[in-house]
């Protein structure tokens, strides 16, 4: 067996991974080279379903049963031997030391990947003892430690908590909090930070840079934030249709980019630091200066674990919504975005406040008084598209079904109509109408977050409310998107509540921006004052940690730390 | 005479527990003469008992005890408590003198006072007497009671009642001997003031359910639960009584028994009886295979098992004895002919019809097929060896015709529908329906059979079986079912005249006339029914036979009775009953080899169990 | 598809552009196909492709053709009974017979029997007679019958030549009646009847089940409630209370078939219990909120979005209940209320083998009817199995 | 938590009332009476049973009152007097008969639990995880034999062959000499020898059914991210198995939980009459079949009652299964 370089610690070769489909096979993989080394970092970018999730499966084996691996090798430098992975039987004990410690994985989807039914706690305990041989108060004692490093609040109660009660960003660190509990020699993080706000994704990457630093960690990072990639990149590789179509250097990428798809995407990334060119305000979209949504003293108080306990998700929300508007919010993780867009759409009940909703024939109806019936039409005009796209999509149904459920019950469409219909909304958001007749188990990451925006446009509605909807997407997809949005906006005077951690989406989609904290909106204003001029110090704080998609000048090494008042 | 006793007696006379042998026989023990030979103490007798349901079994094993009982070949009867019972001529004063010295099974004497106790309680007090003990009563008023001397008491009747010997020898008739006095008076109001709290204290709601409960004569279960602490005159007595353990029961030689055998020995021979409690006859049928029990004709004997028995002989180191049959038939058709619908009554009533039914039987392959070709066409009726045969009663109407039925049945019902089934005069199809105690297995076979060869002849015979209550429900204390079929009744001798239901219908087993046998019994009750004049003859015959003392004039009625019962044809049959069998253990000695089968003359009780021994 | 290689300075392999998911035919040189198909018959596609699925229900059509059929397969009626040949044991049937010279010829037949009657054991003993040959046809003719009740005919599929002679390729029972011709008559009811329970306590099970798990609450409340008195009702006086109110002029068959309805009425209890337990863990997951806000019904969210997770634990549920009512009329006919002769059903046939007698020396009466209630069961499971297969979403 | 088992104790004095009244009820609904059954059994045996005698007994066990006035009697002694009424058929206090009987159900019931447990467990997990293997379809093959003949048959046929080539005392729990006799090594063992044919018999259909239904609801979790989470984490297969989708796959076992015992009790009836057990089962069956009503009421009653117990109980491990089962 070839020896590897000293620095290399592990080498894909040629690896190739087939699905093998009802109708054809796809060729998820083909011909994968890369190497990881030492204490560095290889990010690799690329489309949307373009095969990066299942390369960095097949590492631990665990691509998923119709998937194999077609051809090629995984070397993995162990001691001072060399073992191929794609060898090894997957349940073997070899695979079992590999998994976890040496190679740990961070899930792309945080949200379904801890189970419903054990307290975080127990899941991070038992992934330190499988490989430490530590008794339960120590490891216990470590998985508080570590859920402090990746900034949960509270980590010594929170680790008692059940996965439902985290919010996304939440279980995404408690993910990586996971993946770090066996010290592993390589990390792999499939979009680690898509639910995090941009200053505990800087934490977590400063955190994840020290281990590598202090540990040689190696670290293949998978991403579409391409200012990720020039903070934190050593080396970047770039993936589309199942194949590395070019590789480099972070600098000789950002700079001398070969490949046209890369340099579409550099371009996309650029796009989207500005704000749209020639977008019509809000307010002048609209005849009626009336609200279509007006949010007054919504709280939700989440008290199960007693009055002591009670936690306030959401703490007295005020906000207008203009038709044709979109409005952007921002903050933290954990701080309660989630929870307000579920209460405006009542899938939460709220503990206080109203939500005034003025529907098409302009009368306005209390949104909290509303019977099961007229929430049915509520929702009919008020559309949810939801942060965890995997949850929301039912494992049983085809995505036929699933983009197509809204149009049979309401009766809009059946037969060739449907499918007709249901093949156009899978062709606007980029995805193959031939995967029609898959489960949503059978995508990828970004694809079933597009399925999820094709169902909720489906009923042609008032106003989204899109949770993350872009986070899973590739920056050049995520901009056609984003303009397919608001060329839709523009066409039938939708308003959109949009929900998202990355700043530059933020500010190239929405007209007005409320930042929230710990379930208040501490600041709202026009998006562009906010993105450059915020006034709130933890708007400051928020927007000084956007990475700078330029290698050649990573902003997020001069942002600085909010550090919330002591009575907050 | 010098009396010998079992060394478990011995152990206890000696260390005081319990007086001397002499002390504890009366003066004039009952000899009895064994079997074989004389037997030798000791050893356990391996009984069970299914479901713990009916303890009427016990008076089989070790409970029947009469003041007179059936010789071992049921010709009559002889004394057993009693030393001697006196009938004068009329048959209306009887003379019973008891043993002196005779002691209940905690020492205490049997006496005319109990006698007493039992007539004042039992009998005759209002509060708690259970209707019931008819052999006590004659022209429905009960007999005078008067005590004469401490052993002797005399029974007045008002008019002739010749059968109350043979009446007290029936199983389980006589409560006289199962009274004690000593033991039941404090449970009753009478004798104890506090009988109120007593019964409060054992869960009773006053004395009189405390005192019935006690006395436990409402009912056979009643008498044996929970009845280790009452005195008996039996050979064994319980020490665990059924009830107070769930899995078995067992009884102990009672060392006051009064019977001793011809060498002196007071018996009984066997040290225990333990009965086992089996839920499922099938587990019993295992158990006996495999020799845990000795000696068992009940539950598990049917012709079906016999081949199992058969060869598992030698594993369970047993062998069979003979049961002789004593019941009229295999199966008895029994017609409602006191049918609350109108055309079938009057359908029913024909015995034309009944007759053409009957010749519509292939009795033959009926017995091969279920009875393993055992048993020989007959209908219910006196066996032929005995002097009461009668031959058309036995014979009419079994001789198998299909053309013949079909020709009698269009005199009557001539008029078919479509699918071949005749028409009753409304112009129904006729459909007659059995219903048949589920449990009834050979029922059921027989049946499956029989259907077809009544369609054959154009009825619509349907069966339905049903659970045993709903059965007594709709049967016996119904009007309105069709048809039905049972079996029981005597074919001969004593038990003839005692239970002569399918020739007379003086009780509720006459299934076949339930509104005449109700007339009979109590004239005044709404549902009774005046019998047409040949039914009414019959019983009056029957109240000639009750007034009748000598056994052969009681032979010359019962005579007379049968030959009306052959004219009347009240029911028809399939079979005589095939011998049954027993299987008993080869160590088991003075077993009697041939034997009555019956509940009356209660198997194997009258051949004495308390002289059988093991070897 | 055509890929075109650059090489580029910086990048160590080649530059690559592809202009479109690569994708190849399952096989070579098949053409791809990309016609999407409805769900329907994705899982109808699944489940033909499963060998041991579509077995199964070759052997579930093959049981109900033998149910319709039975009249013209079974050699004889069921409730002819030959007194001689109580008890007789299995025939083989042979193909040739060995003639006194040592010569074999053709002659399609079963050996007759020797019969003892045995008087002290009260048994019939049956020896193989291998100079009696019962010689044996197809499309013979044999005792008359009514096809469906219209068709008056004699023609059965297989029998002996000469009617009168004894043909009992499976045995006969303690009446003499031929088992193999009993077990083709019981396929009828035990298939349909018993089958309709199933049905309706799984109707029963699934809907109340979802309802309280779905609604929590005061629903919840009050469907446990009834649960809760309806499992701890005592059955047994309730069957008996029945067999006295239910008309004596009632066939067995339909008293049987209210039996059954009753039984499925008390029966639902467990099941609804298991979906509730389910519907509680599953109605707070994103994708019900999803099916929600797209505007379905609350009936459409059980039933089109919430049930089809339990689909492997129905389909269990059911084919563990299969078996349970084939035989329930055995446990029932304990107390009455079973099927009784002199319908013929498997239940029926095995009621008759509960005793020592059948165990010890007739073990065919056992075997049979058990075995046909295991294939049968065991049929119903493994297309069960494929079913579930098919529509798991994880299987390929 | 505490206030939600205060609420669900509190429900259940009505639907214990509700549940005597209609078992009450039900009790009587087969025509006649203890006495109609009693002259059963008797006429069974060839006695005579006198009407009259009938008309006596009946006015004397309080035949003649109305049902209400019965019930209210029966109730009315358990609430004031914890006095459960008098057993006809054994002539004693119920609650004396009740207990004996609940020692040795409870003994079997717990045996044959842990019986199907420690066997269907693995198996049902190894089905699932290697989906039609051959030991699968083994294992399946066997199931279903048990279910589908019937329990007595295959008591019968088992105490046929412990009768036949063990030479082994059938029925019950104890060899005949050791039944009231005090507990010794001999008896222990014949007491173990004479266990396994009730256990496998009462345990094969709960065995088979455990079986499949965890082979079913496992292979749906199987998939499930959590799980290869789990797996990603290095954890041993059958650590990744038993601790997550084990867990959500016990979901309709532990819903099922309220039943085992009243299940045990009531549901195995025949067997134990085949097997001749001494548990409640047969005392019951033979109570409700000779009508013997208050021995049956209270019987009834007491199993209702471990129903609703264990239906609280089955309730309260659901939500300790699984979080996302609150209640409020
Ligand atoms: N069902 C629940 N029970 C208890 N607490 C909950 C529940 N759901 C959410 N929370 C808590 O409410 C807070 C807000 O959660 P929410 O999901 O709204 O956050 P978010 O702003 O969407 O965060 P993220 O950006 O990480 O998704 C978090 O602290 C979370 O722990
Ligand atoms: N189980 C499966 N069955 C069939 N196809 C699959 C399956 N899993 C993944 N695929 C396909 O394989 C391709 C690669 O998927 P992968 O998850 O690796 O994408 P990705 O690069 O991670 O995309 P994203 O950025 O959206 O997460 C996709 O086209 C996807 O549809
Ligand atoms: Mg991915
Ligand atoms: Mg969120």
Redesign the interface.
């Known amino acids: 067996m070839a020896d590897l370089p000293e620095d290399v610690v592990l080498s894909v070769e040629n690896l190739s991974i087939d699905f ?8 998820a993989v ?1 011909n994968v ?1 890369f190497q990881l080394k030492r204490g560095q970092t290889l990010c690799l970018v690329g489309e949307s ?1 373009s095969g990066k999730s299942v390369t960095a499966r097949s590492l ?1 084996q ?1 691509v ?3 998937g194999r691996i077609a051809d090629g090798k995984i070397l993995l430098r162990n001691g001072g031997e060399v073992t191929d992975i794609a060898t090894l039987f997957p ?1 073997s004990r070899p695979m ?6 040496r190679i740990g ?1 961070i ?1 792309q ?1 945080p949200m ?7 307290t975080i706690g127990s ?1 991070i305990i ?2 330190i003892r ?2 430490s041989d530590v008794d339960k108060s120590t490891a216990r004692a470590r998985t508080i430690d570590l859920l402090r490093q990746v900034e949960i609040p509270n980590p010594d109660q929170m680790a008692d908590r ?1 996965t ?1 009660e985290f919010s996304g960003g939440m279980r995404q660190r408690a ?1 990586i909090a ?1 993946a770090l ?2 010290n592993p020699d390589i990390l792999i993080a499939d979009e680690p930070t898509t639910a995090l706000d941009v200053t505990t994704q800087a934490e977590i990457l400063d955190l994840i840079k020290r281990l590598q630093v202090s540990r040689g960690m190696a670290m293949l990072l998978i991403t579409h934030d391409m200012g990720i990639v020039a903070e934190v990149a050593d080396e970047v590789a770039v993936m ?10 972070v600098d ?1 990428i950002y700079h ?1 980019a ?4 890369t340099r579409e995407l550099l371009a996309s990334t650029v796009k989207l630091t500005h704000h749209v060119e020639g977008k019509v305000p809000a307010v002048a979209l609209s005849a009626a200066p009336q609200p279509i949504l007006s949010v007054r003293n919504l709280s939700k108080i989440y008290g ?1 674990h007693g009055k002591a306990n009670a936690l306030r998700a959401v703490d007295d929300a005020n906000f207008d919504l203009y038709p044709g508007e979109n409005l952007g919010i921002v903050g933290e993780s954990g701080s309660g975005k989630t929870t307000l867009g579920r209460l405006i ?1 009542r ?1 939460v009940e709220p503990t206080g406040g109203s939500i005034t909703y003025r529907g098409k024939d302009g009368g306005a109806i209390d949104v909290t008084t509303l019977t ?1 019936r007229e929430l ?1 039409s509520f ?2 005009e008020v ?2 598209i ?1 942060q ?1 796209p ?9 995505v ?2 699933v983009i197509g ?2 149009l049979v ?2 009766g809009l469409a059946k037969g060739r109509a449907l ?1 007709d219909r249901v093949a156009e909304l899978m062709r606007m958001v980029g995805l ?6 898959r ?4 995508f990828s990451g970004g694809q079933r977050q597009r399925i999820g925006i094709a ?1 909720a446009l489906a ?1 042609d509605p008032r106003i989204i409310i899109a949770d993350e909807a872009t986070s899973a997407l590739d920056v050049s997809i995520r901009s056609q998107i984003l303009d397919l949005l608001l060329d839709i906006r523009q066409r039938l005077n939708l308003s959109f509540i949009f929900i998202s951690h990355d700043i530059s989406v933020v500010r190239y989609f929405c007209d007005r921006v409320a930042v929230m904290h710990r379930g208040r909106i501490v600041e709202l204003g026009e998006a562009e004052q906010i993105c450059t001029a915020p006034q709130e110090a933890y708007t400051k704080s928020l927007i000084s940690a956007v990475p700078n998609p330029d290698p050649r000048n990573k902003r997020m090494l001069h942002r600085h730390r909010f550090v919330a008042p002591a009575n907050a | 005479a010098d009396f010998n006793e079992a060394d478990i007696l011995k152990d206890k006379v000696s260390s005081g527990a319990i007086p001397p042998l002499k002390d504890r026989l009366p003066e004039n023990p009952l000899v009895i003469k064994p079997v074989e030979s004389v037997g030798k103490y000791g050893g356990d007798w391996n009984m069970a008992l299914v479901g713990g349901g009916s303890l009427s079994m016990l008076f089989r094993y070790q409970a029947y005890e009469p003041l007179l009982r059936y010789t071992p070949d049921w010709s009559g009867v002889t004394p057993n408590v009693a030393e001697s019972f006196e009938v004068d001529a009329e048959s209306k004063v009887y003379t019973v003198r008891l043993r002196k010295g005779m002691k209940w099974s905690d020492g205490h004497p049997y006496t005319t006072a109990d006698i007493k106790f039992w007539y004042d309680t039992v009998f005759s007090d209002k509060r708690v007497a259970f209707v019931g003990q008819d052999h006590w009563k004659s022209g429905g008023k009960p007999a005078m009671l008067d005590i004469v001397d401490e052993q002797t008491f005399k029974v007045t009747f008002e008019k002739p009642n010749g059968l109350f010997p043979l009446q007290v020898a029936w199983a389980n008739a006589d409560q006289t001997t199962r009274c004690p006095k000593h033991y039941l008076e404090q449970f009753h109001i009478d004798y104890n003031p506090k009988a109120d709290e007593l019964a409060r204290q054992r869960g009773f709601e006053s004395w009189i359910a405390s005192f019935q409960a006690a006395a436990g004569f409402q009912d056979d279960n009643a008498f044996f639960l929970n009845s280790s602490k009452k005195p008996c005159l039996h050979a064994w007595m319980f020490i665990i009584a059924p009830g107070e353990n769930t899995e078995r029961a067992v009884a102990e030689r009672n060392p006051y028994y009064w019977k001793v055998d011809t060498e002196g020995n007071q018996l009984p021979y066997m040290d225990r009886i333990i009965y086992q409690m089996v839920a499922d006859p099938q587990v019993l049928l295992l158990k006996a295979m495999q020799g845990e029990v000795d000696l068992m004709d009940q539950y598990i004997a049917t012709p079906n098992n016999k081949s199992v028995l058969y060869d598992a002989r030698a594993q369970g180191d047993y062998d069979f004895y003979t049961l002789t049959s004593t019941e009229a038939n295999v199966m008895n058709f029994i017609f409602n002919l006191n049918h609350n619908d109108e055309t079938k009554r009057k359908l029913f009533r024909n015995k034309d019809f009944r007759g053409a039914l009957s010749t519509a039987l292939d009795r033959q392959s009926l017995i091969d097929a279920v009875l393993v070709g055992q048993g020989a066409p007959a209908q219910p009726s006196i066996k032929k060896e005995d002097p009461l045969y009668n031959e058309q009663l036995a014979t009419q109407f079994t001789a198998y015709d299909v053309d013949k039925a079909n020709a009698m049945l269009d005199q009557i019902v001539p008029k078919r529908d479509d699918q071949n089934f005749r028409l009753d005069e409304e112009g129904r199809r006729l459909t007659i329906i059995f219903e048949i105690d589920q449990a009834r297995a050979v029922f059921l076979d027989l049946f499956q059979l029989v259907i077809p060869m009544f369609q054959a002849v154009g009825i619509d015979a349907q069966m339905r079986t049903m659970d045993r209550s709903l059965w007594e429900t709709r049967v016996r204390q119904g009007r309105d079912f069709d048809a039905t079929a049972h079996q029981f009744g005597a074919n001969g001798g004593v038990a003839a005249m005692l239970d002569p239901r399918y020739y007379v219908p003086t009780d509720a087993n006459a299934m076949y006339a339930p509104a005449w046998q109700l007339w009979y019994r109590d004239r005044g009750n709404a549902n009774a029914e005046e019998p047409p004049v040949e039914t009414k003859s019959q019983l009056e015959l029957y109240d000639k036979l009750k007034a009748t003392s000598d056994p052969a004039g009681q032979r010359e009625v019962m005579k007379q009775i049968l030959q009306g019962a052959a004219d009347n044809f009240y029911v028809f049959g399939v079979s005589l009953p095939p011998d049954g069998y027993g299987i008993v253990k080869n160590s088991m000695k003075n077993i009697t080899r041939t034997m009555p089968n019956s509940f009356g003359w209660p198997t194997p009780a009258p051949t004495m169990p308390e002289q059988f021994y093991k070897v | 598809m055509s890929v075109r290689e650059t090489l580029g300075k910086h990048s160590e392999p080649s530059l690559i552009t592809v202009d479109g998911p690569s994708i190849s035919p399952l096989k070579e040189g098949r053409a791809i196909s990309t016609a999407a198909v409805g769900p329907w018959r994705l899982v109808a596609g699944k489940l033909v492709r499963q060998k041991v699925a579509m077995a199964a229900g070759a052997i579930i059509l093959l049981l109900y053709l033998v149910g319709l059929f039975a009249e013209f397969l079974a050699p004889a009626l069921p409730m002819t009974s030959r007194p001689q040949y109580t008890y007789a044991p299995p025939q083989g049937l042979s193909l040739f017979v060995t003639k006194p010279d040592g010569s074999s010829e053709f002659n399609f037949h079963v050996k007759g029997y020797k019969v003892e009657i045995d008087k002290v054991a009260l048994r019939r003993t049956f020896v193989v007679d291998d100079t009696k040959v019962v010689p044996v046809g197809f499309f013979v003719k044999g005792p008359l019958y009514r096809l469906w009740g219209l068709i008056p005919t004699e023609r059965h599929l297989i029998g002996p030549i000469n009617r009168s002679d004894p043909m009992y390729l499976l045995g006969a029972d303690r009446l003499g009646r031929d088992v193999f011709s009993r077990l083709i008559y019981g396929t009828r009811v035990s298939m349909s009847i018993g089958l309709v329970g199933v049905a309706m306590s799984l109707i029963l099970g699934v809907v109340l089940g979802s309802i309280s798990g779905f609604y929590g609450g005061w629903v919840d409340t009050v469907i446990q409630r009834i649960i809760e008195v309806v499992s701890a009702m005592p059955t047994i006086p309730l069957w008996l209370g029945l067999a006295a109110a239910i008309p004596l002029t009632w066939s067995p068959v339909n008293v049987y078939f209210v039996i059954t309805i009753i039984v499925s009425l008390l029966g639902w209890t467990s099941l609804a219990r298991e979906v509730r337990g389910r519907f509680l863990a599953l109605r707070s997951e994103d994708f019900v909120t999803a099916a929600r806000l797209d505007g379905s019904s609350e009936t459409r969210l059980i039933f089109r979005h919430i049930l089809p997770s339990l689909t492997s634990h129905i389909l269990a549920v059911v084919t563990l209940a299969v078996p349970t009512m084939i035989v329930a009329e055995t446990s029932l006919s304990f107390l009455g209320i079973g099927l009784k002769p002199p319908v013929v059903s498997w239940g029926v046939l095995l009621q008759d083998a509960q005793n020592i007698r059948t165990v010890a020396t007739a073990p065919w009466l056992l075997i049979w009817p058990s075995l046909a209630v295991v294939i049968a069961v065991l049929s119903f499971n493994f297309f069960g199995d494929g079913l579930r297969d098919a529509a798991d979403p994880y299987d390929n | 938590m505490l206030g939600y088992i205060f609420k669900r104790l509190l429900y259940m004095i009505p639907t214990l009332f509700g549940m005597s009244l209609i078992s009450f009820l039900i009790i009587q609904l087969p025509p006649g009476d203890y006495l109609t059954s009693m002259i059963a059994t008797m006429s069974d045996s060839g006695q005579t049973v006198d009407p009259a005698q009938i008309e006596r007994l009946k006015e004397i066990y309080g035949f003649d009152d109305p049902f209400y006035i019965q019930y209210l009697k029966w109730i009315w002694g358990i609430l004031s007097r914890g006095d459960f009424g008098h057993s006809f058929e054994w002539n004693q206090p119920v609650s004396g008969l009740i207990w004996v009987r609940m020692g040795s159900t409870l003994v079997i019931s717990l045996l044959s639990l842990l019986f199907v447990w420690i066997v269907a467990l693995p198996i049902g997990i190894y089905s699932a995880v290697r989906r039609q293997s051959l030991a699968d379809h083994v294992f399946t093959f066997f199931g279903f034999i048990g279910l589908a003949v019937p329990n007595f048959i295959l008591a019968l046929t088992l105490m046929y062959v412990a009768y036949k080539y063990l030479g082994q005392s059938v029925g019950g729990l104890n060899s005949p000499q050791y039944t009231g006799a005090p507990w010794s090594l001999a008896k222990i063992g014949d007491f173990l020898a004479h266990l396994w044919i009730p256990i496998i018999i009462i345990g094969a259909s709960g065995t088979a059914a455990l079986i499949r239904i965890l082979r079913a609801n496992l292979t749906d979790e199987l998939h499930k991210p959590y799980v290869i989470t789990a797996r990603a984490k290095g954890l041993p297969e059958y650590k990744v198995i038993l601790k997550y989708p084990v867990r959500i796959a016990l979901n309709p076992f532990v819903s099922a939980i309220g039943w085992v015992l009243p299940h045990l009790v009531s549901g195995v009836t025949i067997t134990a009459i085949v097997l001749n057990l001494p548990t409640a089962g047969p005392l019951l069956f033979r109570a409700l079949i000779s009508q013997d009503m208050y021995l049956a009421g209270s019987f009834i009653l007491l199993l209702s009652a471990l129903t609703l117990v264990g239906m609280l109980l089955s309730d309260l491990l659901l939500a300790l299964l699984d979080p996302r089962i609150r209640f409020n």
């Open positions: 093998k489909l009802r109708t054809h096979v796809l060729h083909q080279s379903g631990l665990i998923d049963r119709p349940g079992r030391a590999i998994r976890g410690r994985l899930f989807e379904s990947s801890l189970s419903p039914v054990h899941q038992e992934a499988v490989h059940y439902f993910l996971m509990a066996g589309r249709f199942g194949r590395i179509v070019e590789r480099g250097p000789a001398a070969e490949h046209p798809y199960w759409l899938t099961k049915r929702h009919r559309r949810l939801f965890d995997f949850a929301s999509l039912n494992p049983r149904m085809t036929k079904e459920d809204p019950v309401n499918e193959d109408p031939i995967g029609m007749e489960y949503p188990h059978a169902r009923l």
